[in-house]
């Protein structure tokens, strides 16, 4: 694996690229609680491209700062300049609030192929921002994650006891929990989309079988879909929101068969 360091306004993303980006290439935009290296089980195993790139968003290391004037726009604007990068992707990939930046991006760029995993767009997680703010305010991170998971993950208390119990679990929930509260702001501040990837080819969506019709991902996904009536509905058996953690293998051979169906 190579790190590109991409120069975006007021800040820099950095871009994990695994092969050679010279060929057919699969960009990867992950979404709030992530970063590239937790993609990287599903970046390792997938097999249908020259290169997978895994682009690191503004806000978590190595990338840079999310900037005073961050917004979902701005994230949109960095999608596009690391698209501009990489002149030979054949399929953008974004999962969750990824997903929605990518849906963004290809209105403004051409790709011949899209596949998101439950994007999710607003209202999302509205009911929470009082409480992520609070504690973004008191720089209370183990605050944060309790009420990213409770409310709006809609994660039963017990669930949440035993991920604190976990020692390799929760610290990293932790360090990817920084910029949530101006994430979430940003998902909800941005107006509805009159229009999602018009200039997308062809768009995949996926939605874990656990989440589908369900609170708050399935239901959210349900909008997201009702935007693209053109695009294909794919179900990934017996997974939720955190497939790539749970069973990268799966998502990734749904990845494959997908990105082979578009070529």
């Known amino acids: 694996m190579i790190q590109n360091r991409v120069p975006v306004r007021g800040s820099e993303i950095a871009v994990d690229i695994y092969g050679n980006a010279e060929g057919p290439t699969i960009l990867m935009i992950p979404g709030v609680m992530a970063d590239a290296a937790s993609w990287a089980a ?78 999710i767009m607003a209202p999302f997680g509205a009911a929470a921002l009082p409480g992520l703010e609070r504690a973004h305010d008191a720089g209370d991170l183990d605050v944060s994650v309790e009420v990213a998971l409770r409310e709006v993950a809609g994660m039963p208390d017990a669930v949440i006891e035993s991920l604190r119990a976990d020692d390799a679990v929760w610290p990293e929930l932790r360090r990817l929990s920084t910029p949530i509260h101006a994430e979430t702001r940003a998902i909800n501040d941005a107006p509805r989309p009159a229009g999602l990837a018009e200039q997308a080819q062809r768009v995949d969506l996926i939605v874990g079988e656990r989440n589908r019709g369900q609170a708050p991902y399935g239901t959210t996904f349900e909008g997201i879909a009702g935007l693209l009536p053109d695009a294909a509905v794919h179900v990934l058996g017996g997974q939720g929101h955190l497939a790539h953690l749970e069973a990268p293998s799966e998502l990734a051979t749904i990845v494959d068969i997908l990105g082979r169906a578009s070529s």
């Open 42 to 119: 599903v970046a390792q195993r997938l097999e249908g491209w020259s290169a997978v790139a895994v682009l690191n968003r503004r806000g978590r290391h190595p990338s840079g700062p999310l900037t005073q004037e961050y917004s979902l726009e701005l994230e949109v604007e960095d999608a596009l300049t690391a698209l501009r990068r990489l002149p030979t992707v054949q399929t953008l990939f974004g999962w969750s609030y990824g997903a929605l930046i990518a849906l963004h991006a290809a209105n403004e760029h051409a790709v011949p192929h899209l596949i998101g995993y439950e994007p």
